[in-house]
């Protein structure tokens, strides 16, 4: 009990920012709501830029409001499913928050998944409209007839554009891959001829506090993918403390620039990256393609503010030939997910900008976000930590084998959450759920620690860890000695089948432009700065490593690919 009391104590809440609260007066505001409240207090403020093409708040909601209208042309209903298969373009935050305006349920999906994965998703959603840009969209119509999809909305990457590119764009875009000639087929309509034909004149707005808001699919990378049930509680909450969490970006400065590079098809950028900005009346630079040199000249051509990433877009800028050219000073703040952020890569990014880089952490079922480093003048941030647990969240860390017991401080164990972010459930899967939530308890499945402070260490995922020899070994701790390597960029570490330790220690390595490096090398530097046991016999050299659709190196994809590479041998 002495132990679970320092969790119930909230420890945590005296390291807090200035003025940051430890409970949260929410407003029952659902996000399409604030898209309003953000219209009416400031219409003419830009809400959207694309490839230097603006959008005002005024347009957005005039186009939501003609889609919206649109979509219940086509019998979408309070509660159906509306699809979207989209990069961060115009089109897909028109597209979210007309659902929203519809009275439906958005169903995000990930452009880059296989017909497999999508057919998977379109059934278990049964979504009735689907929105994708036209170069899947051929590949939409053919699967069409094995899903409930009625209606295909197609959008192109040219449909707004400034001059000159909107006259450049047609005779350079099939050269380049970027337009598509969609076939012709019945229901498919393109998403400019929709918007001129419809009114803005959508029914009433519908939709309760506790009702579903979105369907985010968990990766499909093993296994089936699970529907998280995220209501409009939970994603207006969510936002709400964030605003709470980084006070200098609230509605009263709605000059602020927010970088939308985080896809907004996932969790992490649908709330960091377009909810937050909507609710704060800012500005998004959409980046539909997030690479080093085009967030470089995002942040220097519209003086970027705000900027939510991940450590693959910090490394990748840092480390960019041309970064001299680029002035990077107008960043005020950063938030950083997904995974660690090694110590050398905040050292350097801050000293650019001048800007901290709150390190955070997040689930999909927690829409995400659940905890931050502290932000603001005389704030302390961790390296290394995931932060302290934000407004209203309540976390403790508990036995792995039954999740029951509650760890002593600064013992390993299961992180749980419990706060007004947590989904609702998995859709259509009750024994899922059941195994999730448990007395309003989110199981994260990730093994944590806290300290004395309240500051909270993710130290690996519960399915990531290495038994080798009978010892436990967690990849996060090899990946955080190598990226200290000064020639090394990134690194991932695994553990792969072995006759006589049962699991041993293999590392990927991708080593920094012009580097050169040798497995005996790496090896000993591992030597030096590990104990034996954890030492890494294996290292494989590759040109990249395989990613998430926000930049989360994929260790399980690695791992898949070294059984499948052993089971041919």
Same mark, same amino acid.
């Given at each position: ?23 949260? @007066? ?115 119509? @053919? ?15 040219? @449909? ?26 019945? @229901? ?26 979105? *369907? ?45 590079? *985080? ?218 000695? *190598? ?61 990249? *490593? ?24």
């Amino acid at each position: 009990m002495a132990e679970e009391s320092k969790y119930a104590e909230k420890v945590w809440l005296k390291n807090y920012g200035h003025d940051v609260p430890a409970n949260i @007066d929410y407003q029952e505001l659902p996000v399409i709501q604030a898209l309003y409240k953000s219209a009416r207090d400031h219409p003419t403020n830009t809400a959207l830029i694309f490839e230097g093409y603006r959008v005002t708040y005024a347009m957005l909601v005039d186009m939501v409001e003609r889609l919206a209208t649109a979509l219940v042309s086509m019998g979408v209903k309070k509660g159906d499913r509306v699809a979207l298969l989209l990069p961060n373009t115009i089109h897909c935050v028109v597209g979210y928050y007309a659902i929203h305006r519809a009275n439906a349920i958005v169903v995000s999906n990930n452009p880059l998944y296989s017909d497999r994965e999508l057919e998977h998703q379109l059934n278990d959603s049964g979504s009735k409209v689907l929105i994708a840009l036209d170069l899947l969209a051929n590949r939409m119509i @053919d699967l069409r007839p094995k899903t409930p999809v009625k209606q295909i909305i197609t959008c192109g990457i040219g @449909d707004y554009l400034p001059f000159p590119k909107n006259i450049l764009f047609p005779l350079v875009a099939k050269k380049k891959g970027l337009k598509a000639e969609v076939k012709k087929a019945e @229901d498919v309509f393109t998403f400019k001829e929709i918007l001129a034909k419809y009114p803005p004149n959508p029914p009433e707005l519908n939709i309760g506090w506790e009702d579903v808001a979105c *369907l985010q699919y968990t990766g499909g990378t093993t296994g089936v993918s699970k529907g998280v049930m995220l209501t409009h509680k939970n994603l207006s909450c969510n936002v709400q403390q964030l605003e709470a969490w980084f006070p200098e970006f609230k509605p009263t400065a709605p000059e602020e620039v927010h970088m939308g590079m *985080l896809p907004f098809f996932h969790s992490f950028g649908m709330t960091c990256a377009m909810n937050f900005p909507v609710w704060c009346g800012a500005s998004i630079v959409l980046i539909p393609r997030p690479e080093p040199k085009a967030l470089l000249e995002a942040i220097k051509k519209y003086k970027v503010t705000f900027f939510a990433s991940v450590p693959t877009m910090y490394v990748g800028m840092i480390n960019h030939p041309d970064l001299p050219k680029y002035d990077l000073s107008s960043i005020k703040g950063c938030f950083s997910g997904s995974a660690p952020l090694p110590v050398e890569v905040i050292e350097k990014f801050e000293n650019l900008t001048g800007a901290a880089i709150c390190e955070g952490f997040g689930l999909t079922e927690s829409t995400p976000v659940t905890h931050i480093n502290p932000f603001g003048e005389g704030a302390t941030r961790i390296p290394g930590s995931i932060g302290l647990p934000v407004s209203d969240t309540e976390c403790k860390i508990v036995d792995q084998d039954k999740g029951t017991k509650v760890m002593p401080v600064g013992e390993p164990g299961e992180l749980i959450i419990k706060g007004p972010q947590i989904m609702k459930g998995y859709w259509n899967m009750e024994d899922e759920t059941k195994s999730t939530l448990r007395d309003g308890w989110l199981y994260t499945g990730d093994i944590a620690t806290m300290d004395d402070n309240g500051y909270f260490y993710i130290v690996d995922r519960k399915k990531d860890m290495i038994i080798a020899s009978g010892y436990n070994i967690f990849p996060r701790e090899i990946d955080e000695v *190598l990226y200290k390597h000064p020639k090394i960029k990134e690194a991932c570490t695994i553990g792969v089948p072995d006759e006589y330790r049962g699991e041993t220690v293999k590392v990927f390595v991708v080593l920094k432009d012009g580097e050169t490096a040798t497995e005996e090398e790496i090896i000993e530097y591992c030597r030096e700065n590990l104990a034996k046991y954890k030492v890494p016999r294996l290292v494989e050299f590759r040109d990249d *490593l395989p990613k998430s659709a926000v930049g989360k190196v994929l260790r399980k994809e690695l791992r898949k690919q070294e059984i499948e590479k052993q089971n041919k041998a």
